[in-house]
Antibody, heavy 121, light 108 residues
Framework: QVRLEQSGAEVKKPGSSVKVSCTAF????????FSWVRQAPGQGPEWMGR????????DYAQRFQGRITVTADKSTSTVFLDLARLTIEDSAIYYC??????????????WGPGSLVTVSS | EIVMTQSPATLSVSPGERGTLSCRAS??????LAWYQQKPGQAPRLLIY???TRADGTPDRFSGSGSGTDFTLTISNLQSDDSAIYFC??????????FGQGTRLEIK
């Protein structure tokens, strides 16, 4: 069974950056695809980007292009989300998720517990 | 950009009755549609994908239907534990990937 562990809560200043980590247990990390999804209070989830560690390939949602970077460390089965130039509107819970592959790529059956990021001056 | 619109925003149903939740895509997404259940303080849980395939552990009281732009999640014999927010999601191998804003299901 796949289990995802995420880093703890962060409080950041506007204009700064945040790095959130997600370590995977079980599954086959290198061939899996991992997505980052965030959810602001009272809002629906918002897909941000994904990575396929074995290929190093990434995809990003257009609205985050230029300030998002998703990376992976195969030696520790960990994926990272870097988000730069934070604003108050980036305050949210950030989830990592492992996707199905093949015909159902983009379906998210496994989720981490979430990491709360608060942006405040 | 594909926009997913869910209705109603809130649905209040009595135990044992059936609940019907709707999701509409701004353009055809074939059957690339998933449904998730989210309870307070928890991550979303996958219920349905491929518009009608139940995920592992999803009770058969939950059924999905639709294709193209209009989709439905039907929950029969509603139980108190079904109280949650339900999200639909358009998924694909390449962006965009989009979620709806959710339907809050209340069991009276």
């Amino acid at each position: 069974q796949v289990r995802l562990e995420q880093s703890g809560a962060e409080v950041k200043k506007p204009g700064s950056s945040v790095k959130v980590s997600c370590t995977a247990f079980g599954g086959s990390f290198n061939s899996d695809t991992f997505s980052w999804v965030r959810q602001a209070p009272g809002q629906g989830p918002e897909w941000m980007g994904r990575i396929i560690p074995i290929l190093g390939e990434t995809d990003y949602a257009q609205r985050f292009q230029g300030r998002i970077t998703v990376t992976a460390d195969k030696s520790t089965s960990t994926v990272f989300l870097d988000l730069a130039r934070l604003t108050i509107e980036d305050s949210a819970i950030y989830y990592c998720s492992r996707e199905y592959t093949g015909s159902y790529a983009g379906v998210l059956p496994y989720w981490g517990p979430g990491s709360l990021v608060t942006v405040s001056s | 950009e594909i926009v997913m619109t869910q209705s109603p925003a809130t649905l209040s149903v009595s135990p044992g009755e059936r609940g019907t939740l709707s999701c509409r895509a701004s353009q055809s997404i074939r059957t690339n549609l998933a449904w998730y259940q989210q309870k307070p303080g928890q991550a979303p849980r996958l219920l349905i994908y491929g518009a009608l395939t139940r995920a592992d552990g999803t009770p058969d009281r939950f059924s999905g239907s639709g294709s193209g732009t209009d989709f439905t999640l039907t929950i029969s014999n509603l139980q108190s534990d079904d109280s949650a927010i339900y999200f639909c999601q358009y998924y694909n191998k390449r962006p965009p990937i989009a979620f709806g804003q959710g339907t809050r299901l209340e069991i009276k």
